[in-house]
């Protein structure tokens, strides 16, 4: 009896787990803190919208990561704060500054699941006074 329970247990556990996308909000946000746009790029998909001061555009994976390491580099990431996070209809979203030693930038991801993964598909940065 005591081994059908836990044969319940764990098939119950199996099938709560396996509807979690593979990445999240959360992630993203450790590798904005970080200022690692290496780490970021396993979030991005294959088309991302990026929003700059100075350019937005479409970019491919490649080049999107090119432009946030550019972007990291010349500003020097030292912190990311998320202000708001949520979700809506399989989409999660989070706006948060992002602290440089050049300034801080009103920050905005926006992640949309492809398959089991929530990938990030547009990222805003805008200069942001306190």
Known sequence: MKNLLG????????????FKPLFNIDEVAVAMRSG?????????????????????????KSQAEMIIRD???????QNFQVRHKGENSGSEFCIGVLQTRNGNYRTTLFMKKKGD?????ELRFQAYQQ
């Open 36 to 60: 690692n746009a290496g780490e970021l790029s396993r979030y991005l998909d294959n088309r991302v919208d990026i929003m700059l001061p100075d350019k937005t555009d479409s970019y491919s």
């Open 71 to 77: 972007f990291f580099v010349t500003n020097g990431v």
């Open 117 to 121: 993964k929530q990938l990030l598909q």
């Open 7 to 18: 044969l319940a247990i764990l098939t119950v556990s199996l099938v709560l787990v396996s």
